[in-house]
């Protein structure tokens, strides 16, 4: 069913990885145009976006209520993405409130949240697993879909939930960036024989657009996507498949993982303009022990019946991804996939990791 709403869309989060893919998707037809806000009209991520056409950037942040309305104005769809690494989780809880509530205010009709797993209700609450910049998205996103039981006439809002990008995988800068050992590219993660629900980039700029498309099916709805169950020893077979260069997973302890290379974030605070000294602020460390303890426990489940229903051709496995992005390497000029891992060809996909953690509010 086309879409009898959305023409104009207000994006927050469009400058950041999984922001682009979707604007590329919701613009490539001109059938929506996007405002996006940006704290750096002039970044090379800005400019990128300009070059699409059907777009225009705001220079503003979202953690001003002025700023929001000035966004929402003319437009007849929002998707609202808020970077919890820049506000922490509590900042993160109350915008997300006020960003859905302004939408309101402002006569939006169709409210896209970006959201996160709310882990630790979904763990049964036991605290190992808390990650706090997924249960902060995932509580709002609840609280959401219950205010849409009474606005869906007003204002008809959906969840885009989503998980690590594959992209991470072979990306600086990460919880999980790959290190070549003696020739073999490796990743030491506190995984155990569990699986992460990886998400490909490309992909979420479909699934977004669905959503717009179907705005009578899509309301009240939790599209949870990802491409599959993937254990990382399946991640090194599938590297080798593709380029025919050995690589390995080595499960590591908590213990070494905190001591070796993530040792100098583990004590800072998990949002980079959080007040470290307030109680509610967890650690790098606490965050992301949660954060390791859910995939090694398998506590996210996915859907992939549905997914195959709304996009039949979606990414489905590690080595057909990898095989489409050694691809795609090599026609843009960055060489195999073999190549882009060595250390000194590793980039960053992550906003936060290119812009070097200097956002502010």
Not at 182 to 200: E, K, N
Not at 208 to 213: G, P, Q, S, Y
Not at 256 to 280: C, E, H, Q, V
Request: with cysteine; glycine share 10%.
């Amino acid at each position: 069913m086309s879409s009898q709403y959305t023409s104009k869309i207000f994006i927050v989060g469009g400058t950041g990885a999984q922001g682009i893919p979707v604007i590329q998707a919701l613009v490539k037809d001109k059938k929506y145009s996007c405002r996006v806000l940006s704290r750096d009209t002039k970044s090379p991520r800005a400019k990128s976006l300009l070059a699409l056409g059907n777009v225009e950037i705001v220079e503003g942040t979202f953690a001003n209520e002025a700023t929001l309305r000035q966004g929402y104005q003319g437009c007849d769809g929002a998707f609202i993405n808020l970077d919890g690494f820049n506000t922490g989780e509590k900042g993160e809880i109350y915008w997300a409130i006020r960003s859905y509530e302004l939408a309101l205010e402002c006569g939006i009709k169709f409210f896209v949240y970006g959201n996160l797993d709310f882990t630790l209700k979904k763990s049964g609450y036991d605290p190992k697993f808390r990650t706090g910049h997924y249960d902060g998205k995932g509580r709002i996103g609840e609280w959401i879909l219950f205010q849409n039981q009474s606005n869906r006439g007003r204002m008809g809002a959906a969840l885009f939930t989503t998980g690590p990008y594959i992209e991470m995988a072979i990306s600086s800068l990460t919880i999980n960036t790959p290190t070549v050992e003696d020739g073999v590219v490796t990743w030491r993660v506190p995984l155990g024989d569990g699986a992460v629900t990886h998400v490909a980039l490309e992909d979420c700029g479909f699934y977004v657009r669905w959503l717009f498309d179907h705005p009578e099916r899509a309301s009240g709805m939790d599209l949870e996507v990802a491409i599959a169950d993937i254990p990382y020893a399946e991640l090194a077979s599938a590297f080798t498949k593709v380029t025919g260069q050995p690589a390995q997973y080595i499960d590591t302890s908590l213990e070494d993982y905190w001591n070796g290379s993530m040792s100098r974030l583990a004590a800072g605070p998990a949002g980079y303009n959080a007040d470290a000294s307030d109680p509610s602020t967890m650690s790098f460390k606490d965050n992301f022990t949660g954060f390791w303890n859910m995939w090694k426990y398998r506590i996210i489940q996915r859907d992939y019946k549905l997914l195959d229903e709304i996009h039949p051709n979606r990414i489905k496995s590690a080595e057909e991804w990898f095989r489409i992005e050694d691809k795609k390497g090599r026609e843009a000029g960055k060489g195999s996939l073999w190549d882009r891992v060595q250390a000194d060809n590793l980039k960053p996909i992550l906003k936060l990791g290119e812009d070097g953690r200097k956002g502010k509010l």
